[in-house]
């Protein structure tokens, strides 16, 4: 819904406002995938970041009603809709960060590689519109398989001349979540202390905990461990099932993608110390992209860490996953190169 002009120019003058008064800058973030079982209540978290001045919210369908709905919170950031692909351009046009979690998810017995007929072509589409309207935004991309949609991303900017490795992050911050709460169960603490890293992709074999390196530092028993992997790699089919065909994981993926936007937003502000894990292009190992921690920073993921010590039964994981990652890597940018 258009607003009358008057009301434009007062949102024009409110962000302005916000930034001659030396506040935290406003950072300008777009949905793409916005009225989606993830996209509503990632809207709805992002309209209460403060550190968003102008939230705009794309979808194919529904973005007038979320947006009128989420429009109405008293939170600083300017909410704007937008409805098909004639409207891309549009919610794209100055973004500094581009969340995407467009796309089908999985029913029950679906792999995330079977979606990716469906979801290639959303991520393309969606893509060539970041490099046309807003190339050096930072992307957050969620839509499955993650490891074969970041290849399909970087070659759609390959071929565009827009990309920037460091600002294309595929969002594994669900498996570090999971990590942290099963985690802590086991310990019997509070999940806001532990940290889990989580390294590999976004796949079952393919998500390696590094159990050997949580902090605060603890051992585990080999049984432990065995359930602790497990249920890590597999925690996104545990939701699918349990919702019987209604979809995947949306709400403590919304809260994930949250998470993992304010530390993109905070790092863009120019904070020091911001670590997360991210699917990204790498040289950490001898694949084109690997899931690791980074720090994040102005210009994206600005430092890559190595994986640090691993021991044999994570050397063994690590093998398996590679195996895996290798293919749907190839899979995502044979989609874009042929
Ligand atoms: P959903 O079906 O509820 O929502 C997807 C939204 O995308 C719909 O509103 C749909 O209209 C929209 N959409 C479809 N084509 C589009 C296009 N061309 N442009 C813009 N929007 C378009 O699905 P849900 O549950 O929100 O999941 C979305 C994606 O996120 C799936 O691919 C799912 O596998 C993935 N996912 C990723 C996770 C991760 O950890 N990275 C975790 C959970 C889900």
Do not use: W
């Not at 989606?36 to 978290?45: A, T, V």
């Not at 532990?194 to 050997?212: D, E, F, K, M, R």
């Not at 403590?252 to 894990?277: H, N, P, Q, T, V």
């Not at 210009?299 to 290798?326: D, S």
């Amino acid at each position: 819904h258009p607003l009358p002009p008057q009301m434009e120019e007062n949102l024009g003058l409110r962000r302005s406002d916000c930034r001659a008064k030396g506040g935290a800058p406003g950072f300008k973030v777009a949905i793409l995938g916005a009225a989606g079982g993830i996209g509503q209540p990632l809207s709805l978290l992002m309209k209460m970041n403060p550190l968003v001045s102008v939230l705009h919210l794309y979808d194919v369908v529904n973005t007038p009603g979320v947006t009128a709905d989420v429009s109405h919170m008293d939170t600083g950031a300017v909410v704007r809709g937008f409805l098909g692909q004639k409207q891309l351009e549009d919610a794209l046009t100055g973004m500094d960060l581009v969340i995407i979690p467009a796309g089908v998810p999985r029913k029950p017995g679906m792999t995330r590689d079977d979606l990716f007929k469906i979801n290639a072509g959303i991520v393309r589409t969606l893509c060539e519109g970041i490099a046309k309207c807003c190339p050096s935004a930072i992307v957050n991309l969620i839509s499955n398989p993650v490891n074969s949609t970041v290849a399909i991303a970087a070659e759609v900017f390959k071929k565009a001349g827009t990309y920037d490795p460091k600002k294309l992050l595929g969002v594994t911050t669900l498996d570090v979540a999971r990590a942290n709460t099963f985690v802590a169960e086991v310990l019997g603490v509070d999940p806001r202390t532990v940290n889990v890293p989580v390294v590999g992709g976004h796949a079952g074999v393919t998500i390696l905990p590094l159990l050997s390196q949580v902090t605060p530092p603890c051992s585990f028993t080999p049984e432990e461990i065995a359930y602790l992997t497990d249920r890590i790699q597999n925690g996104g089919t545990e939701v699918v099932e349990a919702k019987a065909g209604a979809g995947s994981a949306t709400l403590s993926m919304a809260y994930a993608a949250a998470k993992f936007a304010d530390a993109c937003l905070r790092g863009l502000r120019g904070d020091a110390g911001i670590i997360e894990c991210s699917f990204v292009a790498s040289q950490v190992t001898e694949l084109p992209y690997f899931a690791c921690k980074v720090r994040l920073g102005r210009a994206g993921a600005e430092e890559i860490f190595p994986l640090g010590p691993v021991n044999e039964f994570e050397r063994a994981g690590l093998e398996k996953a590679k195996k895996e990652l290798v293919e749907s890597i190839q899979k995502g940018a044979s989609f874009i190169k042929g």
